[in-house]
Each structure stands twice: as C-alpha cells, then as structure tokens.
C-alpha cells in the first residue's frame, strides 16, 4: 500500500469513528418518533404489484428526507399524507429510472403546495455511463430540458439564494469514492452521509441519515464488492437493504446486487439494530422465507419485509 493510500485508508477509518458513533439508546428513537416509511419497495418489473424505490423518514409526524423516487413513490407520497412543504432533502442513492423517474411528479406537484423555501437534492456524480445529479436535473427541468415549463423550479445562476421567497431545487453531485464519506449537515438535528458503492457500471450511492440521534442507512443498489457497507452502517438503528437477488444467480446480475447471505453478513458486521428487506423482485417475492432463513444463519437481529406504505418505527422492538 503507497503512502497515499495508507493515508486514505486512515482517513476513512477515522472519519467513520467520528460519525459513525452508536446513536442515542433505542428508547431515544422511539421518544423522537423516528420511522421508515415505505413508499415504494419494488425494482423496474411492471408485474411485481409494487411501486418502485423510494422511503420516506418521518420524524415527529412530519416527513423530512425523501430517499429515491421511483416510480410509482408519488402517488403513495399523497396517500402517505406526507406534507412536500415538510421535507428538508431529496437523497438520490442512482439514477435508473425505478429509483428516479417520478421526480418530474413531485416537482409538478410542488406547484400545488405552500412550500416557500429551497428543496436540496443530492445524488451521485456522474461516471462513464450515467450523468451527474445536477446534470439530470438540468436535462429534466432546465430552459433546454425535457419539461422546460418547469425551469422556475431552478434557481437563477447567479442568485443569492433565498431560502424563504419560493420554491426551487437546488442539485449537489456527491463524488465517487468508496473510501471516503461525504456529510452535509443539513439542520441541527438532520446531517446525511454518502459513499459510493459498487452497482456494476453505474454511479450508485450508499446514504445514512443521522435524525435525531437516530442513525438510519441505505444499501441502494450494490454488489458489495468494495466491502465498505458494514463499516459505513455501523450500528444503524435500521439498515434498508435492496434483495434484487436470490442466493443463487447468474454473474450479470450478481456484478449489480448481494446475495442474502451477503446481506446477512454484512448486517451482523455492521451490529444494525434492524434489518429492513426491499427492493423486491419476480425472483425474490416467491422465495422470501428462503430468504430470511439465509439471512438468520448470519445475523441474529429483526428482519422486516417491505411494503408499500408500511412504517417501521426505529426502536421499536416486539
Ligand atoms: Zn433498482
């Protein structure tokens, strides 16, 4: 290892001691009224009876951080009662379209709330194959973009921002690397930590939200093959991991998602107080029990399936 790399090496390491502390006791959560929303718990399929990927994090009845935007996340946004005036960040973990496409739908619909302050979005950079955040969202909502009837949405370059005149969406690009965390503190009680992960060729995300003390993560899209995620989730009050896969499959899809087993490993690793399964597909639906049981030989903690429109509560335990 060169000098450098041992640097980089150290730094992640420490920097992952410094915010990836235990959060506050489990009692703490359920006092701060911490939970997982489910607005979409399935992949790209059209036949899977499930929207496609999104969470929203409540806290204290207002729902604050929305995570991806699949398809389908929008409509159960509205029956979820959540408030768009409510929520401090938009977490993108890529940019296929089952965990980004409804964007245009909440960015529309903005239009019909009261909401009267800038609405950060974070995603990844961009890579070989995908553009960066802020270029998706150019091409989206910019003067030359797909739905340039939406371009007051988007702050005028230039402007001193002004966080309490109007509404506009204001993209970040989180840089891709695996041995480096990115925080933003966001309010005093809600900061967000990204690292990239391996999702094949694709830029992809791994996000922790620490809200309230209350620490929860998201594998997104990944393959595990730079081994980082159990550090990064180290003791999350709860862990949302995507089960695209089965234990067996073929190389194509194994270069894109984990395993159970992998899953398992890497939530014992990691010591998270709960474990929440998603992102479901054909080929994992059918098999979930199956697939709890791989799991269970590796962790020992709460295993919880996703639905659309389920809460799971941090802290709370049956
Ligand atoms: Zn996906």
């Given at each position: 290892?060169?000098?450098?790399a041992?640097?980089?090496?150290m730094?992640?390491w420490?920097?992952?001691g410094?915010?990836?502390l235990?959060?506050?006791?489990?009692?703490?959560c359920?006092?701060?009224?911490?939970?997982v929303?489910?607005?979409?718990?399935?992949?790209?399929?059209?036949d899977d009876?499930r929207?496609?990927?999104?969470?929203?994090?409540?806290h204290n009845?207002?729902?604050r951080?929305l995570?991806?935007a699949?398809?389908?996340?929008?409509?159960?946004f509205?029956?979820?009662t959540a408030?768009f005036?409510?929520?401090?960040?938009i977490?993108?973990s890529h940019?296929?379209?089952?965990h980004?496409?409804?964007?245009p739908a909440?960015i529309?619909?903005?239009y019909f709330?009261?909401?009267?302050?800038?609405?950060p979005i974070?995603?990844?950079?961009?890579?070989?194959?995908m553009?960066s955040?802020t270029?998706?969202?150019?091409?989206?909502?910019?003067?030359?973009g797909?739905?340039?009837?939406?371009?007051?949405?988007l702050?005028?370059?230039g402007?001193?921002?002004?966080n309490?005149e109007?509404?506009t969406?204001?993209a970040?690009?989180?840089?891709l690397?695996?041995d480096n965390v990115?925080?933003h503190?966001?309010?005093p009680n809600?900061?967000v930590?990204?690292?990239?992960?391996?999702?094949?060729?694709?830029?992809?995300?791994?996000?922790?939200?620490n809200l309230?003390?209350?620490l929860?993560s998201f594998?997104?899209?990944?393959s595990?093959?730079?081994h980082k995620?159990?550090?990064?989730?180290k003791e999350?009050?709860l862990l949302?991991?995507?089960?695209?896969?089965?234990?067996?499959?073929?190389?194509?899809?194994?270069?894109l998602?984990?395993?159970?087993?992998?899953i398992?490993?890497?939530a014992?690793?990691?010591?998270?107080k709960q474990?929440?399964?998603?992102?479901?597909m054909?080929?994992?639906?059918?098999?979930?029990s199956?697939?709890?049981?791989?799991?269970?030989?590796?962790?020992?903690g709460?295993?919880?399936?996703?639905?659309?429109l389920?809460?799971?509560k941090?802290?709370?335990?049956?």
């Open positions: 290892m060169s000098f450098s041992l640097l980089r090496w730094s992640f420490l920097w992952q410094f915010v990836g235990p959060a506050y006791a489990a009692a703490s359920v006092e701060q009224n911490v939970s929303q489910v607005l979409g718990s399935g992949g790209p399929e059209l009876g929207a496609s990927t999104s969470y929203l994090i409540w009845n207002r729902a951080v995570v991806d699949g398809p389908g996340s929008s409509v159960n509205g029956r979820s408030q005036t409510d929520l401090d960040v977490l993108l940019l296929h379209a089952d980004s496409s409804d964007l909440y529309k619909g903005a709330s009261n909401r009267q302050r800038i609405l974070y995603g990844p950079d961009k890579n070989t194959l553009p955040t270029e998706f969202v150019e091409r989206l909502f910019g003067a030359k797909v739905y340039p009837y939406l371009s007051d949405n702050p005028v370059p402007d001193v921002p002004n309490t109007k509404f969406l204001h970040h690009d989180i840089p690397t695996h990115v925080r503190r966001l309010s809600l900061s930590s990204a690292m990239a992960v391996h999702h094949g060729p694709v830029a992809a995300l791994a996000w922790r939200v309230a003390g209350c929860i594998s997104g899209d990944m595990n093959q730079w995620l159990a550090m990064f989730a999350s009050d949302v991991m995507h089960n695209a896969v089965p234990e067996q499959t073929n190389a194509i899809a194994r270069n998602h984990m395993p159970p087993s992998e398992g490993n890497i014992q690793q990691a010591k998270v474990l929440l399964l998603s992102h479901f054909n080929r994992t639906n059918n098999v979930q199956q697939t709890v049981a791989i799991i269970q030989q590796h962790y020992a709460k295993v919880s399936l996703a639905d659309d389920m809460h799971y941090l802290g709370a335990f049956p």
